[in-house]
T-cell receptor, first 115, second 113 residues
Framework: AQSVTQLGSHVSVSEGALVLLRCNYS??????LFWYVQYPNQGLQLLLK??????LVKGINGFEAEFKKSETSFHLTKPSAHMSDAAEYFC?????????????FGKGTKLSVIP | NAGVTQTPKFRVLKTGQSMTLLCAQD?????MYWYRQDPGMGLRLIHY???????AKGEVPDGYNVSRLKKQNFLLGLESAAPSQTSVYFC????????????FGSGTQLSVL
């Protein structure tokens, strides 16, 4: 089964600094990869997705991620952090079984933005 | 358009009690899922359904049962609650495609004492 590993359970950046959240995947087939964001006391929402159309994927709120097959990575970046970016971010990969698709999530990275 | 609605939002149970969590979606989605979220563990799939009348086990199904009698509803039951089931539970739905864009409810915080 496909899996993802997020490096760093907690990342702190200063407002205006680069945001880099790391995700590595393990997959025997070309994966579909996702980043979801969870704001406090809310459910998750889709930030961006990779479905093999383009290796650089742009998402909402200025985030983007680059699929690198040679490094088995799908890191999430944003050039300049904003206070409103403080949230927990989850990398996920599609798994299939019994004719259906499910997501397998990483353990999450909590992003703190320091004023 | 409400999306995915979960009830209740909070619940406290004593060990051994039973309860049912209700999830309702108004997007006519085929697939529905129940996840639990625990600190440092991410989200883990409990059960899921690929259509009305169908259910399947996920990664952590023990101690839970589910039913999908109507397409728009997916119920999660705890027959005999245990402290290990203290968690935040999320319901989600999607249209069943491989590009799994999940729509989540706002969660149910459950404490089992």
């Amino acid at each position: 089964a496909q899996s993802v590993t997020q490096l760093g359970s907690h990342v702190s950046v200063s407002e205006g600094a680069l945001v880099l959240l790391r995700c590595n995947y393990s997959s025997s087939v070309p994966p579909y990869l996702f980043w979801y964001v969870q704001y406090p006391n809310q459910g998750l929402q889709l930030l961006l997705k990779y479905t093999s159309a383009a290796t650089l994927v742009k998402g909402i709120n200025g985030f983007e991620a680059e699929f690198k097959k040679s490094e088995t990575s799908f890191h999430l970046t944003k050039p300049s952090a904003h206070m409103s970016d403080a949230a927990e971010y989850f990398c996920a990969v599609t798994n299939s079984g019994a004719g259906s698709y499910q997501l397998t999530f990483g353990k999450g990275t909590k992003l703190s933005v320091i004023p | 358009n409400a999306g995915v609605t979960q009830t209740p939002k909070f619940r406290v149970l004593k060990t051994g009690q039973s309860m049912t969590l209700l999830c309702a979606q108004d997007m006519n989605h085929e697939y529905m899922y129940w996840y639990r979220q625990d600190p440092g563990m991410g989200l883990r799939l409990i059960h899921y359904s690929v259509g009305e009348g169908t259910t399947a086990k996920g990664e952590v199904p023990d101690g839970y049962n589910v039913s999908r009698l109507k397409k728009q509803n997916f119920l999660l039951g705890l027959e005999s609650a245990a402290p290990s089931q203290t968690s935040v539970y999320f319901c989600a739905s999607n249209d069943g495609s491989r590009v799994v864009k999940l729509f989540f409810g706002s969660g149910t915080q459950l404490s089992v004492l």
